[in-house]
Every structure is written in C-alpha cells, then in structure tokens.
C-alpha cells in the first residue's frame, strides 16, 4: 500500500503513522537487536543523507538499527535471502530501491514472516503497481512513502486490478461465446417445443417415457446455458488496460522527491528538525539536480520550501549581496545560509581560472577543448579586469574587491560569450573556523568522489599552492583516503592483464572490489556532517573533473564520437584514465558533460533537422579489459539547459538485448547502465542505435 505525505493525508495515515509502527513493533517485541530494524541503503547522495537522518531519528527514539549498503539488484536478491533467516527482524527499510520491484509477491518478500513490514522510500519512476494496491496482509505490510504522485494513478490502478484479479476472456472464450449464442434460438425452440409436448401429455396424446426424456434434455441445455462464463471486461478493454500499463511502465525512468526530503518531512511533523537535518535534505536535493535527475523548475519548486525553513532555523544576519562569499560569524557558527551558486567547479576552493575551465557549462558555451575556446576564456577574464596571475591563484588569497565585484562584473560581460545563466539559487553551511563555507553543490561532488573513488583507484591530487606539477615535480601526490590502507587494489588498466583467461572470474578478486565500494560508502557517510573529511575530499573531486575534462576534450579532439541513425555513441578502450571510467557513475557524468557540450556545438535552428541534432541521446561504453566486458550507459539529450527528459534506455537495452540474444548484468540500480561482453558489444550497439530511442 502506499501513504501519502501529511499535508496531503486528510485523516488518513502516513509517514508519522509509519514511523509509529516501526517503534511500536520493535519496543512490543522479546526479540530486539540491531536486526530487528534494518535500512537497505543504495549507494547515492540521496540515499546516504536519507539514512543518516533517519538514522538520527532511530537514535533519538532508543531504537537500535542496522544500515546495509547495496549496490544493485542482485545484491538486494542475496540480502532478501539472508534476511529470511533472522527471526528477530521487524522492519525494513528499503532506501532509494525497490520501486520497479514486486515486493509483496513470493519472489521477494511474500513468503517472510507477517510480523516484518516493508517500508519503500524510493524517488525513482515508474512504480511497481503491486507495491500500491496490492490486496491482503503481504499488500498491507508493503509500504511505500509517496509524495502524492500515487493518488493520481486511479485509471493505472484499475487497469492494473482488472487484469490482475479479474476473469479475462481469450480467443477460445470468444469462440464458446458464439457457440452460446448459436445454440440460444435452438434452446428457444426446444422449449417451446418442450412447452407444446407437455400440453399434449395432459392431453394424452403423447407416451409419457417420450415426455420424461425430452424434459431430461431442455434441463440440461438449460443448465449449460446458465453455467456460460461471465466476464466484466471485454477483449478491447483488456487490450486498452494493457497498453495502458505499458506505456506508464515503459514510458522511461524519472525521478520524484528525493529520499533525504521524505525523511525531512517526518522529522518536521515530529518536531526534530535542526540544521544538520535541514542540510542533508538540502544535499539530497542538490545532487538529484546537479546530475540531472530533476529539472530547473522541480528543483526551485523544491528550494522554495527549503528557502523558508533555513529563514526559520537560521535568522539572517549578513548582506545578500555578497552571499556567494560569505564567512562564518563565528567560532560557533554552523548555520544554513542561502546563496545564489556560481556554475563554476568549487571556485572557492580552487583558482577562478580553473574553476571556470572545469565547469561543463562554461566549457560547452566557449568550447574550451580548443585553443580558441581557451582564449575566449582568458579574453572574458580579462574584459572583467582580471589578471592572468589574479586569475590563478586561489580564490581565498583573491583581493576582497574583486571577490565582491565578481557577481556584477560577470552578470555584465559574461552574456557577450553566450554565458546567461551562470548562476542558480543554492545554499552554503557555515562551519565556524574549522574551514570556510562550503556550498550544498561543493559538498555533493565532494560526497560522490569519495563514493566512487576514495579507495580502489590511484587518483593524483594537487598540493595546496601547486598547479600542474606532478607528483614527480612535488606539485602532487596520490590520494590516500583516511582508514584506507596505503596501497590501493592495483586497476588493471594494462593490456598485460589482458592474455590471462578469465580474471574476472577469480573469487578473489571479486570479493576485493566488492570491499572497495563498501569502504568508499562508509567513508562517504561518515564525510557528511565531518568537515575535515569533506574538506580533504575537495582535492579529490578536483581530480575527478581534470579527468572527465581530459577525456571529454581528447574525445572531441580525436573526433571518437559517431553518430548511429538517432545516437551519439563513444567507445573508450584506450588512455590513462580509462579505469576511472569503468565506474557506471563516473561513466554517466562523462556522458552528461558529453551532451552539454554538444548542446551548443549544433544550435537550434529553424530547420527542424538542427534541432534534433541537440536532442540525440548518448551512449557511452568503457571498456574493463580485466573482465573482458563493457560498461554502457546511455544517457537522454535534451535541447535547452535544465531540461530533463525521462530515460527510455532501460527499455531500450532490453529490447537489445532480446533481439541479439546478449546476456547484460545491471551493476547498479540506474537502469540506463549496463555490463555486457566484450564481444557482443558490436551487434548490440546496432540493434540499439537502429531500434529507436
């Protein structure tokens, strides 16, 4: 079944009902550990600030819990069979997973304990109908916190009951129909017959053995006449009910509300709100729109009501218009502040140069992958009065005058480059003197590298003071994430590795990368209310964009991009970063800086054909040579900047994948994200760029 939020519950239950039964059934039960609560949490930004809030909820209320991080569905498949055998469970939390999945059904959760509830608090689309209207205890105790969208499914609803609960008719249904309806003028005439030879009998004019047995007969047509099947819908309908749900299924992958502002809205109702709750839902929600989960108007939707509740929690006490640098008040300060955030990569953090060179907005309007793209970039600079050395050093060591003109000088020379929307409304969290602001977008990139990369990968991080120089010229080193072990899994990135049969399927080595990602979890959800371990993350987030810069651009400058019928595809199978990007998240952001930067290469026109050209999707394979496999995603285009369009690639994949008959292994939860053979890339790629998008 499904809950609606509070204000829209209009006496009936909802999260704070929810939330109450989960602590009600752990205090009533003799058996209570921390398996008696535990949270599935998939592996996001989303996701961890959604655990860590519920987590402090959980704390708060005496209630011991569990977190179990999952990557995909496979995984959630040999949890749900571990999960089978602890008697003590009560309740399970399901973050940011489960949605697309028939949870009440006996493949999952329909055979476990009726004492166990399950509870969905998932932002992805579409849902799975049984998770809503499933009927019975194993509906009852599904429950999926929804934000409203359900409510408006009532057509979906129905066609789904009727074809899961009703009698349908087929093709032999319709036959018998006929025959039925063939046979009721004959059955009319026996009984009038019938009628006829029971006058005579009175009569006498008849045997009465005659009369018995074609009375015997009439009754038995009779009774097959009222034994004929009766249906409520009609063959059309069920057609109708059917396309109905396909096209809700297969319409493509969206998003809704994000965990962390699910979980903010029962802390709210329950009156436990601070600022460390406020700033989590705040990072949930910036990072479903830095990675282009949600568009430019869901987004401001959703900051208006966070804008209100930092004036709430945070009374202003600084000048608006120097928000995008402002400074702790003081030793003590940990407030939420509004801001309006520059589209530039961490420029607080890093030289103005380097952030605006970084930021896939300014390298898609300037083209910043050419010698003439860079120049424009200096030439803006210097049109705004800064100088090549003002530019490059840190922004921190910049003069307080030209911090503060920075938003003016910017709004007034930036729209002759093409750059109009430069900035967007955010937020920053003030950490008193342990380190400046940091910025709701800052600390989201900071969070997703160390969930990609804080360990399992040599990644080089630049020294504070140093540009471009290497660990070899003392400007660098390797990043070392803190608890880690000083070596690293070495990534075999080389064709070395390459003769040797079968690699990926060595025990061993799988169980390491296994461990590598849950290291990176647990670093990255200790990282979001630790500072220190935020700000140190800073250096290697840096690295993750030099190297989707260094790859965006060599892909451009070597003119790897194809364009299959209606798709843009590249194939990486060469280069220094090429195991970075066998990572599915770091393979879509790619993808992403890909689009932006093609967005403005092929401007829309009058000419229709121009601007399909900016809408084509990418798909972007990397391959693993240690595996012997490819990772694909696919990511939609769409032709104006903040524009989401919904993601057809699960569909697509899978269509691909039936037509060439090649096997793919979802590695994570994205959909739009898969892992197939080396060897069947080639004909999967052309069933799926000619199939359509």
Same mark, same amino acid.
């Given at each position: ?362 390298? #898609?309007? %300037?083209?910043? $992958? @050419? ?8 030439? *803006? !600079? ?129 169980? #390491?990368? %296994?461990?590598? $990602? @849950? ?8 990282? *979001? !209310? ?164």
């Amino acid at each position: 079944m499904f809950i609606p939020p509070p204000q829209l519950a209009q006496g009936r239950r909802t999260y704070t009902d929810a939330y109450a039964d989960i602590l009600s059934a752990y205090r009533r039960s003799p058996q209570t550990s921390a398996s008696s609560v535990i949270l599935l949490v998939a592996p996001d930004v989303d996701s961890l600030c959604a655990a860590r809030m519920l987590a402090s909820l959980f704390k708060q209320d005496d209630v011991l819990y569990r977190i179990i991080p999952v990557s995909s569905v496979q995984e959630l498949q040999d949890v749900k069979e571990e999960l089978a055998t602890y008697a003590e469970l009560h309740a399970l939390i399901l973050i940011n997973m489960g949605n697309f999945i028939d949870l009440p059904t006996p493949a999952w959760f329909g055979e476990f304990d009726f004492g166990v509830s399950i509870h969905v608090i998932d932002s992805s689309r579409p849902r799975s109908m049984a998770n809503m209207f499933y009927p019975g205890e194993n509906g009852e105790r599904v429950v999926l916190w929804d934000d409203g969208d359900a409510e408006k499914l009532t057509e979906l609803r129905k066609a789904w009951e009727t074809l899961e609960f009703e009698p349908l008719p087929d093709s032999d249904d319709e036959d018998s129909d006929d025959d039925f309806d063939d046979n009721e003028d004959g059955l009319e005439e026996d009984d009038s017959e019938n009628d006829n030879e029971e006058e005579d009998a009175e009569d006498g004019s008849r045997p009465s053995g005659k009369r018995r047995s074609t009375d015997g007969s009439s009754k038995a047509r009779k009774r097959r006449k009222l034994e004929k099947p009766v249906f409520n819908v009609t063959r059309d309908e069920v057609e109708e009910y059917k396309q109905r749900l396909n096209k809700y299924y297969y319409a493509g992958t969206s998003y809704g509300q994000s965990a962390a502002s699910t979980i903010y809205i029962l802390a709210t109702v329950l009156e436990r709100v601070d600022n460390d709750m406020l700033w989590l839902a705040i990072l949930g929600l910036t990072y479903q729109y830095v990675t282009a989960r949600i568009s430019r108007d869901k987004y401001e939707q959703q900051h208006t009501v966070y804008h209100d509740e930092v004036s709430r929690l945070n009374p202003i006490t600084f000048n608006s218009e120097e928000s995008h640098s402002l400074n702790s008040v003081n030793a003590d300060d940990l407030s939420v502040r509004p801001t309006d955030e520059l589209r530039f990569m961490f420029f607080r953090h890093w030289n103005l140069y380097d952030a605006m060179y970084h930021s896939s907005y300014v390298a #898609s309007k %300037l083209g910043i $992958w @050419k010698e003439k793209g860079r120049k424009r970039l200096t030439g *803006l !600079l210097a049109k705004m009065g800064f100088s090549i050395p003002q530019t490059q050093q840190p922004y921190s060591h910049m003069d307080r005058d030209l911090k503060k003109a920075l938003v003016k000088k910017l709004d007034d020379v930036a729209p002759e480059y093409g750059l109009v929307e430069l900035s967007y409304p955010s937020f920053m969290r003030c950490y008193g003197y342990h380190s400046q602001p940091l910025s709701a977008a800052d600390a989201v990139e900071s969070i997703n590298s160390l969930l990609d990369f804080a360990g399992g990968a040599r990644l080089e991080i630049e020294l504070e003071g140093h540009r471009h120089g290497g660990e070899w010229f003392g400007g660098g080193k390797l990043w070392e994430a803190e608890g880690y072990e000083k070596e690293p899994v070495p990534a075999k990135a080389n064709s070395a590795a390459k003769g040797q049969a079968n690699g990926a399927d060595d025990p061993a080595e799988e169980s #390491s990368e %296994l461990e590598w $990602w @849950k290291k990176n979890f647990w670093s990255a959800y200790d990282s *979001l !209310l630790e500072i220190d371990r935020l700000r140190k993350a800073i250096k290697l987030a840096m690295s993750v964009h030099r190297a989707i810069i260094r790859q965006g651009t060599s892909i451009i400058d070597k003119q790897d991009i194809r364009t299959m019928r209606n798709h843009r595809v590249v194939i990486l199978t060469q280069g220094p970063d090429l195991v970075l990007f066998q990572n599915p998240s770091m393979l879509s952001r790619l993808a992403l800086w890909l689009i932006d930067a093609f967005r403005d290469r092929a401007p829309a026109t009058a000419a229709p054909g121009r601007t399909k050209r900016r809408e084509l999707p990418f798909i972007v394979a990397c391959l693993n040579e240690s595996k012997g496999t490819y990772v694909v995603a696919g990511i939609m285009a769409s032709p104006e900047f903040g524009d989401v369009r919904r993601n057809t690639f699960a569909t697509n994949f899978l269509n691909a994948s039936q037509a060439t008959n090649t096997p793919i292994q979802h590695t994570s939860f994205n959909t739009n994200i898969v892992e197939i053979d080396e060897k069947d890339l080639r004909p999967f790629l052309e069933v799926l760029c000619h199939g359509g998008s």
